[in-house]
């Protein structure tokens, strides 16, 4: 979530078609239990009531029931769409790169978190990826990186093992359009290297992933 920050939501990656919702305005791009939207006034999340331009945050629809609807911008950016700024002007250092969403949600599903590990007959649960590159390719939404912090193999509902951590390298379009379940609950997840930036979201059960490779 937080590298389709830079690479998929901000007005710069549209301007110059690198993200994977150039030309999909409109239209279904990922699964339709899937909401991504940016809000720097929810209390929910980390609140930053302006951005470092001075204009007032407010909620952005980026991906709403699947359907791409909107990315986020500054002042600069949108000069070129004709509109008003949203509030996403990244600081004076990092300004290059184009606005950015900092305050991400992804919509909770119904499933209590502790109920989907029991659904699963055979699977892993992944506890969270680091070391992630999201250039491999922008206009898909590939990633690689690697697990971390718990790598389990689940039977029957149940963890019955831990196994080496792995790589992987998947489209995160692709992913989301094998969602199976969402938890009710979600969780802040703060990025202290880009100030009071984070992510508000839930557990996933996807369908499948790629991995394509195992640490020693």
């Known amino acids: 979530m937080e590298w389709l920050s830079f690479t998929a939501f901000g007005a710069r990656s549209l301007e110059n078609r690198s993200s994977f919702l150039t030309d999909q305005m409109g239209k279904q791009v990922v699964g339709t239990n899937i909401s991504i939207w940016d809000d720097g006034t929810d209390p929910a999340g980390l609140r930053v009531p302006f951005d470092p331009e001075g204009t007032p945050k407010r909620p952005v629809?980026?991906?709403?029931?699947?359907?791409?609807?909107?990315?986020?911008?500054?002042?600069?950016?949108?000069?070129?769409?004709?509109?008003?700024?949203?509030?996403?002007?990244?600081?004076?250092?990092?300004?290059?790169?184009?606005?950015?969403?900092?305050?991400?949600?992804?919509?909770?599903?119904?499933?209590?978190?502790?109920?989907?590990?029991?659904?699963?007959?055979?699977?892993?649960?992944?506890?969270?990826?680091?070391?992630?590159?999201?250039?491999?390719?922008?206009?898909?939404?590939?990633?690689?990186?690697?697990?971390?912090?718990?790598?389990?193999?689940?039977?029957?509902?149940?963890?019955?093992?831990?196994?080496?951590?792995?790589?992987?390298?998947?489209?995160?379009?692709?992913?989301?359009l094998k969602v199976v379940a969402l938890s009710k609950e979600r969780r802040l997840v703060a990025d202290p290297a880009h100030g009071f930036a984070g992510v508000t979201c839930p557990a996933m059960i996807l369908r499948d992933f790629t991995f394509t490779g195992q640490t020693a």
């Open 61 to 176: 629809p980026l991906i709403e029931k699947g359907v791409a609807r909107g990315v986020v911008s500054d002042h600069h950016y949108a000069k070129f769409s004709g509109g008003k700024s949203t509030g996403h002007a990244l600081p004076y250092d990092d300004a290059e790169g184009g606005p950015a969403p900092a305050h991400l949600f992804l919509a909770p599903g119904k499933t209590p978190a502790k109920e989907m590990l029991q659904t699963l007959d055979r699977g892993l649960w992944i506890a969270r990826f680091h070391y992630v590159n999201g250039f491999l390719n922008p206009k898909t939404a590939l990633m690689t990186g690697l697990t971390r912090d718990g790598t389990f193999q689940v039977k029957n509902g149940k963890v019955t093992g831990a196994v080496k951590n792995l790589r992987f390298t998947q489209s995160v379009v692709e992913s989301l």
